[in-house]
């Protein structure tokens, strides 16, 4: 049983949506950073945390969190000011600011680990040189 906009909509229709498409385009990526997270994780079991291939993971995962961070706030602002003036948006912007807000928080994270992983692999390097 369909309702309100999909009444009188195909499953093509439906699924061709601009804001179901744009939902499935930033979903790219959340998933994106999934797989990185994925693989520094593989990269901690073989013990290979101080290596240049966890800090381009960080990297990684620290630049999807922004572009999810981006993509939801754009979709928070387009729906604001697009929304039918029946329909109350609030619920939504409320999840749009919490998802930002967690996104902010892993992109924080993210740097920040990059950076002391970075500086671990330098004084290691440069331990390595010395001795």
């Not at 693989?39 to 999810?68: D, M, P, Q, T, W």
């Amino acid at each position: 049983m369909t309702e309100g906009r999909a009444a009188n909509l195909d499953w093509v229709g439906i699924y061709s949506d601009p804001f179901i498409l744009y939902g499935y385009a930033a979903s790219i990526a959340f998933f994106v950073a999934l797989y990185k997270a994925f693989k520094l994780l593989k990269y901690i079991g073989r013990n290979e945390v101080f290596s240049l291939n966890s800090v381009g993971a960080l990297k990684s995962i620290k630049y999807c969190a922004l572009v999810l961070c981006a993509s939801i706030v754009t979709a928070g602002i387009s729906i604001k000011i697009f929304h039918n003036k029946a329909d109350d948006p609030a619920g939504f912007l409320a999840m749009c600011m919490v998802i930002s807000f967690v996104s902010i928080v892993v992109a924080t994270a993210a740097a920040i680990f990059e950076r002391i992983l970075q500086n671990a692999i330098d004084l290691k390097s440069e331990n390595d040189l010395t001795i």
